[in-house]
């Protein structure tokens, strides 16, 4: 499955942000997708997950009440709307996907393919 992101940008605290994830390639495999991000020296982070059959979520409690993830299935697209965003929130931003169950959904290293990234800068 490839992956491309979009929607990254410098914003201020408090603003809002939507970013998007296109799917396209074998996407009939696809179990779950999430978003990640990772800032410079830190680990990949994980934000959260939907599960594409019936929609089930998951999410970080870093981001819970302030991110949502998304989707739109007739075109395999992945959201993620921030909301009250805040200068620890810069970072670049991932989403990725994979085919496998919905053990250890958290781990980066389950996922069977990435995205690019796309930057998302916050200013205080």
């Known amino acids: 499955v490839i992956l491309v992101e979009s929607g990254g940008g410098v914003v201020q605290a408090g603003d809002s942000l939507p970013l998007s994830c296109i799917a396209s390639?074998?996407?009939?495999?696809?179990?779950?997708a999430a978003w990640f991000r990772q800032a410079p020296g830190k680990e990949r982070e994980f934000l959260a997950v939907?599960?594409?059959?019936?929609?089930?979520?998951r999410y970080s409690d870093s981001i819970r009440g302030r991110f949502s993830i998304s989707r739109d299935g007739p075109s395999n697209t992945i959201f993620l709307q921030m909301n009250n965003v805040k200068p620890e929130d810069t970072a670049t931003y991932y989403c990725?996907?994979?085919?496998?169950?919905?053990?250890?959904?958290?781990?980066?290293?389950?996922?069977?393919?990435w995205g690019r990234g796309t930057q998302v800068t916050v200013s205080s």
């Open positions: 990725a996907v994979r085919s496998s169950d919905w053990s250890d959904y958290q781990i980066a290293s389950t996922y069977d393919d």
């Open positions: 390639g074998d996407t009939s495999k696809m179990y779950s």
């Open positions: 939907k599960r594409w059959s019936d929609g089930v979520v």
